[in-house]
């Protein structure tokens, strides 16, 4: 008698719907911790601060006044015109509450705009260094990523040009991330608009614009694609609370897009998940009108860990740090280390030097090859300074002894 086999069940998106390196290296991290090892990790995104009071206060009130039933699909009405005035008034985007939908999460925004315009046989432009959820999504509804590489030296921004060169009759979209995890690059007006140009000389083309970031930037100034002459036809831009409010654990996150792209977003939301948390919506207003201050501290205080861990990297011979003018990643090129010999590892890729610096030097980062750029690491630095100080003595006394 045969034996069932629940694993022969699955198919291959499931197989290939995987994290992989984050995940992996995160998990490593704590195993480590679990067995008595003192290791920092450097490998989650998330804001190491707890939500704002005000915002924790609107969620509980809203909660007491009964909001604890079922939102409608795309969003509460409130928060939708909400957010219309918050994109017109911060981005300079022109979208009507009804072209805004909400979503437990950018992550399943992304998802519910890429399911309702990319299936099989449509290429999609991913400029990597990416998040690679996108990948994962774009494989998902049948489409084929299409990678395009910058280097750290173009700070991580693929040149107009070369997007130029890789668009074909079956490119249906360009995913753009400003600023971007995992590099940290934000695309200046002048770059976005040399990508405008490309995108109106192809009528087939649109542009998911993910501005998730754009509470966390040092240097330089927030641009949305969407506000370019002509892009907002064209583009499909995503935010959420995640990052900016320290909501990782909310789970709210929307997109807004010319209205019958977002009325499909709606149908996807509807079928995969229905509405958005009520109260966590209810919060999401205050968050978005009440004061800033707390958003403002969050952004001083990784702007001085940016500093600490571009100080700590620069001191790092053989390292190429980059810029970071926004975000808590940093991406540092260290392909002129990879080939190394470290007692018995052979360090020929990130994923052996992530390996190696974590078991030998206990300090957790993720392999380049998570992101699409395989001669890099990240970094998180949405952690304490301390924690900060100590990864980078590590690396330093780690990595410097390979040079
Ligand atoms: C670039 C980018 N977009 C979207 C997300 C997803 O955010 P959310 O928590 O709202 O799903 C992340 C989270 O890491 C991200 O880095």
Redesign the pocket.
């Known amino acids: 008698m045969t034996l069932f086999d629940p694993a022969a069940l699955l198919v291959s998106r499931s197989k290939t719907a995987d994290e992989g390196a984050i995940i992996r290296m995160s998990q490593r991290a704590r195993e480590l911790r679990t067995k008595g090892v003192d290791v920092v990790s450097l490998t989650l995104?998330?804001p190491d601060f707890d939500t704002p009071d005000n915002i924790q206060q609107a969620a509980t009130e809203a909660m007491k006044a009964g909001f604890t039933h079922y939102s409608p699909v795309m969003g509460i009405p409130e928060l939708r015109a909400a957010l219309s005035r918050k994109l017109k008034s911060e981005n300079g985007l022109d979208y009507s509450a009804n072209e805004i939908c909400l979503a437990?999460?950018?992550?399943?925004?992304?998802a519910n705009a890429i399911l309702s315009i990319i299936e099989q046989g449509d290429e999609v432009i991913m400029l990597a260094p990416f998040?690679v959820?996108y990948e994962i999504t774009v494989r998902f509804a049948g489409g084929t990523p299409v990678v395009l590489h910058a280097s750290v030296e173009e700070n991580y921004k693929v040149p107009a040009s070369r997007i130029a060169a890789a668009i074909t009759p079956k490119t249906k979209l360009i995913v753009l991330?400003s600023p971007?995890?995992p590099s940290g690059a934000v695309w200046s007006k002048a770059e976005l608009q040399a990508l405008a140009d490309i995108v109106r000389a192809h009528p087939h083309l649109m542009v998911l614009s993910?501005e998730?970031?754009e509470y966390i930037i040092f240097d330089g100034a927030m641009n949305s694609f969407g506000a370019m002459p002509g892009m907002r036809e064209r583009t499909i831009t995503?935010n959420?609370?995640?990052?900016g409010f320290a909501m990782?654990g909310w789970?709210?996150?929307y997109a807004a897009a010319p209205e019958p792209i977002a009325k499909a977003m709606g149908r996807m939301q509807s079928a995969i998940t229905a509405g958005a948390n009520q109260f966590v919506q209810r919060a999401a207003i205050a968050a978005l009108e009440g004061p800033r201050d707390a958003v403002e501290r969050m952004r001083k205080e990784y702007q001085l860990r940016r500093d600490m861990v571009l100080g700590g990297l620069n001191a790092i011979p053989g390292i190429k740090a980059g810029q970071i003018p926004a975000t808590f990643y940093a991406f540092p090129d260290v392909s002129a280390l990879l080939g190394s010999k470290a007692g018995n590892h052979l360090l020929y890729t990130t994923d052996a030097l992530c390996d190696w610096l974590l078991d030998e030097h206990h300090v957790a980062t993720v392999p380049g090859s998570a992101f699409g750029a395989p001669g890099s690491i990240r970094l998180s630095f949405a952690c304490s300074e301390a924690e900060i100080g100590k990864a980078m003595a590590r690396m330093q006394k780690g990595l410097g002894s390979l040079a």
């Open positions: 995104g998330e437990n999460g950018a992550k399943q925004a992304i998040w959820s991330n971007s995890n993910d998730i970031y995503v959420g609370f995640s990052k990782t789970r709210l996150g």
